[in-house]
């Protein structure tokens, strides 16, 4: 057991989430948020350059050696 009654590792959890969430308040501020999510749906919404079926874009995403072969 480490202090407070925890265990070592839930405490360093515990840490780690909180040093998570204080950086992603820094990284993402509300006075940026109007530009983010202005980024975000514009390339959500762009036309796709590669010409794909369904299928073939599920195979390129499932493909764990894709990167490999490269």
Same mark, same amino acid.
Not at 48 to 66: F, G, M
């Given at each position: 057991?480490?202090?407070?009654?925890?265990?070592?590792?839930?405490?360093?959890?515990? &840490?780690?989430? +909180?040093? *998570? !969430? &204080?950086?992603?308040? =820094?990284?993402?501020?509300? &006075?940026? $948020?109007?530009?983010?999510?202005? $980024? +975000?749906?514009?390339? *959500?919404? =762009?036309?796709? #350059?590669? $010409? *794909?079926? #369904?299928?073939?874009? $599920?195979?390129?995403? &499932?493909? +764990?050696?894709? !990167?490999? =072969?490269?």
């Amino acid at each position: 057991m480490g202090y407070n009654g925890r265990r070592m590792g839930e405490n360093i959890s515990a &840490e780690r989430s +909180a040093r *998570l !969430e &204080e950086l992603v308040k =820094q990284r993402f501020t509300r &006075e940026d $948020k109007a530009e983010r999510v202005a $980024k +975000a749906l514009t390339a *959500l919404y =762009q036309e796709e #350059p590669i $010409k *794909l079926s #369904p299928t073939e874009w $599920k195979w390129v995403a &499932e493909d +764990a050696d894709l !990167e490999d =072969q490269s």
